[in-house]
């Protein structure tokens, strides 16, 4: 085991999935490890699910140009990223995994490295989505833990990929009940430019992460509808679905804490994606062109990425329907409907002019 | 005094203001008053300071072409609102004062009309911004309330006037001690596309609608320095401009409700002035053109509206260093020392890295 001149284990990364996201966290890690010799191991492993770019294999192209030509074009790694096709090998003597890969692939992954990793690794989920598998909702962060039986934190944040790559300067939030693991990964992740805000309350952060697609594509609905001259409706919407993100956490996974919402997980995310995310993007494209569906403008503009807003807002609806609870989120549910297209997206603002934050004479009383 | 047949009184409303947001709302209040004889006075008289716009008084244009031609050009005022340039012939035999005027001149206007009107009457503030006449900062609708000696709530959201007038679909917050009295504001002023949630907590309410004008103008900062490639700066700006504005609130106007933040004259007006508003607009051109003073681009660029963010940060800044609290409100006063030209937009950035809200290694206590 490496240890530095004091006698502490020195840390070896993985970073767990390359897409946009992961390249874009392996720039600001990759550079940052450097810069600490004695806490990290310079090496970073990221795994590569191997595909052919103009004839050359991704890692191949990655590990020779240092550069992900096709999830974050233009953009340099550091050269102490390496691509690695094989998730075990990415995987293996890492004491910290980096877990960025798209939610649907998350179980599979994680059986495969089951038994294979460090017994004392830790691991963090950059995901942004929620699991179904079991039948009911439940958290990415939980099938790491439950799955590798290690401790699994998650970090969420108002952090447009390509803006974080370029390091523009923005804040994140990293959530760890144990808080000395959170610590550790700050210390990797953390710049000048990425602040990091380190919390304990993992369950509502990550439930941020995948409420607010739903949230931004409703707000992209509105911009697709009715351009620049909407600030007022869209900022309705924007709050009306924080508030119903708010309440989906306490009424469904009671316990966490109101102010994780005020981190940069909470409302700067969601600002963030209503403004300028995909979902949006293909929020506004879907109500401008009704003929066609969200498959087909996913092909069309998102260059084999994922769009996460319909398919968590599908998984919400699916279990607001089992809890019969559609109605108290209003916002949710429209925004399902619209996206199976049996509501129109013109029809959206007449959910809303009920909604369970306006009925009350006083405050709510959640707040 | 009027009656209905039930008995009730029939109230009587005045528009004390007619600028940019006082048209807007005179437009739906006009409209919607008109629908409910029995609880309203058809006619509305609106307060218009005199002046000449193409060699006509704006009274007269506003009372022949139900249009303020000057303040919002375009859009037709009902025709139950009546032009009044004497203040207190406005405001006499009212019920129900609404005050939306520059804030600078709210205290003048109050004197003149104090003794004159109706002593059952009550009132609402419209108007964001802060009042240092007593030498501390202060509220407006304390000023209303206390000269006039009625009660004063204030309505407050997330409302850009030409929208409202427009009819897009909104949401604002009425704020009153006496909900009673709220109701009837509500009553008056809600229509299908102006949702209204009514709270108790005034003081918080207003203070949120002045200070958020110090936020939307860091985020036009923002803009005007790196366009739209910087969401995710301008979204850090944001969400590290309303935690200062809920730590400002709970340190010096203790007792408010934390719920009031999370209503449309929070979060919501945060967000659309910071996307939308004259304040993020000037605040871009000012970062954009380092040889023009903020004078200068309101001459240019508002037609006679005011700018509330520069006037603002300086109150909260004055006030800031009497209770030596700079430091601990660095978004505020980098905003006016920026304003002051005293500090390049370039170095705001530098002002957050390490910002009290990243400081602690858990959760903010006041969360």
């Not at 970073?15 to 990290?40: C, E, Y």
């Not at 994140?172 to 990425?194: C, M, P, S, V």
Request: hydrophobic share 40%; charged share 20%; net charge neutral.
């Amino acid at each position: 085991m490496a240890t530095s001149p004091t006698g502490q284990k020195i840390l070896r990364l993985a970073i767990i999935g390359s897409g946009n996201w992961g390249s874009a966290i392996a720039v600001l890690i990759g550079a940052n490890i450097k810069r600490q010799p004695s806490i990290f191991q310079n090496e970073v492993r990221m795994w590569v699910f191997e595909e052919e770019v103009n004839g050359r294999k991704l890692t191949e192209i990655i590990n020779q140009d240092h550069e992900n030509v096709k999830y974050l074009p233009g953009i340099k790694l550091p050269d102490n990223i390496v691509a690695e096709p094989d998730v075990v090998k990415a995987a293996q003597d890492a004491d910290m995994l980096l877990f960025v890969i798209p939610h649907q692939f998350v179980s599979k992954t994680c059986q495969t490295l089951a038994g294979k990793i460090k017994p004392d690794a830790s691991a963090i989920s950059l995901i942004k989505g929620l699991s179904t598998e079991t039948g009911k909702i439940g958290l990415i962060s939980d099938i790491i833990k439950n799955t590798l039986k290690i401790e699994c934190g998650v970090l969420m944040g108002a952090n447009v990929a390509n803006e974080v790559a370029q390091q523009q300067y923005c804040e994140t939030t990293i959530a760890f009940r144990n808080l000395r693991h959170g610590e550790k990964y700050r210390e990797a992740i953390q710049t000048d430019n990425f602040r990091v805000s380190l919390v304990e309350d993992v369950t509502w952060a990550e439930l941020c992460g995948a409420l607010k697609n739903i949230v931004a594509f409703g707000a992209g609905l509105i911009d697709g509808l009715y351009g620049d001259k909407a600030g007022n409706t869209k900022a309705a919407v924007i709050r009306i679905g924080f508030m119903e993100m708010i309440d989906f956490a306490e009424t469904f996974f009671p316990g966490g804490y109101r102010g994780t919402f005020l981190e940069s997980c909470g409302i700067a995310d969601v600002i963030t994606t209503s403004y300028g995310g995909r979902n949006r993007r293909v929020a506004a494209a879907f109500a401008a062109q009704p003929n066609k569906s969200i498959e087909e403008l996913q092909t069309e503009m998102l260059n084999g990425q994922q769009l996460q807003g319909p398919g968590t807002a599908e998984e919400v609806n699916a279990f607001l329907k089992q809890k019969n609870a559609e109605d108290d989120f209003p916002l949710f549910t429209a925004v399902h409907r619209v996206c199976k297209r049996d509501m129109k997206p013109q029809d959206l603002i007449a959910q809303l002019r009920d909604h369970p934050v306006h009925r009350s004479n006083t405050q709510h009383k959640s707040l």
